[in-house]
């Protein structure tokens, strides 16, 4: 066992939240190996990158030690508080979609903002980015869960790219928009406001395009001197909508109509 290990393990079980949590498994005063072996822990690379940071300060304490593990959890607060003001609706704020983010952008939980990147990478790559930095433990076959739950409406939002190959080709890359790129980089920075304000202008939400989406697309019918409209679910669906306010109304007046499609 390396002594990055050992040090990031002791960040882990001398922190507040593990100490709360251990407590609610287990109310004795003993401490139960098998309770240990099963409570979450993150990637031996990340817990690794905790001891090496407790080398660098030397502080041992609890706070010192809660610290280093919110840096980590900070990282994912911020990154949905970012999807938030954006307007990414409330199911592409999740975990998922903030791991997405953080490793397009090639941040890691010490790393500042503005030192955000837009490589182009794979979906594979944002999956063992999570795995490796932030403790997760994302099997390969999540990577559609990825695709259509982050990627699909990210680029709806205009917050990614593609590089225009197949999706099943193994060249396919996502990256970053240089908007979006530019307006990471200033978190937590005096310019943030004039940034988001200016990438809210160019860039439509998409809770509005949801929103749009909506409302179906209807077909205005000429119907004498009055205009109709009916829903596109299908054009039976249409003719059934017709059909029947015409029946209804021969039935009271007798009358023939002239229909005219617009």
């Known amino acids: 066992m390396s002594e990055c290990l050992v ?44 001891g090496r940071k407790l080398i660098k300060t030397r502080d041992f304490s609890e706070k010192g030690c809660d610290l280093i593990l919110e840096d980590i959890m900070d990282k994912i607060s911020e990154t949905r508080e970012f999807l938030k003001n954006i307007g990414m ?34 979906i594979h790559d944002i999956i063992q980015f999570a795995n490796t930095y932030y403790g997760t433990s994302y099997a390969e076959n999540s990577r559609e869960t990825f695709r259509k739950q982050a990627l699909h409406r990210f680029r709806t939002a ?24 530019q307006l990471i980089r200033n978190l937590d920075t005096n310019e943030w406001n004039k940034h988001l304000k200016l990438f809210l202008t160019y860039h439509e939400k998409l809770v509005d395009i949801y929103a749009s989406k909506k409302k179906m697309t209807m077909m205005p019918v000429k119907l004498m001197e009055t205009i109709l409209a009916f829903q596109l679910a299908s054009i039976m669906n249409c003719k059934r909508q017709l059909l029947k306010i015409l029946h209804q109304d021969l039935l009271l007046t007798q009358n023939v109509y002239m229909l005219e499609i617009q």
Do not use: H
């Open 7 to 50: 040090y990031g393990l002791y960040v882990l079980f001398n922190s507040t939240i593990y100490d709360e949590y251990y407590r609610i498994l287990n109310g004795s005063t003993q401490v139960n190996s098998t309770e240990i072996n099963n409570m979450p822990v993150p990637e031996l690379e990340t817990i690794q990158e905790m």
């Open 158 to 181: 205009a917050l990614v790219e593609d590089n225009g190959k197949a999706t099943n080709s193994p060249n396919y890359r996502y990256r970053l928009t240089d908007e979006t790129l």
């Open 89 to 122: 609706p409330k199911q592409q704020q999740a975990d998922i979609c903030c791991y997405v983010i953080l490793a397009m952008a090639g941040i890691k939980p010490e790393m500042p903002w503005n030192e955000a990147t837009n490589e182009w990478i794979r």
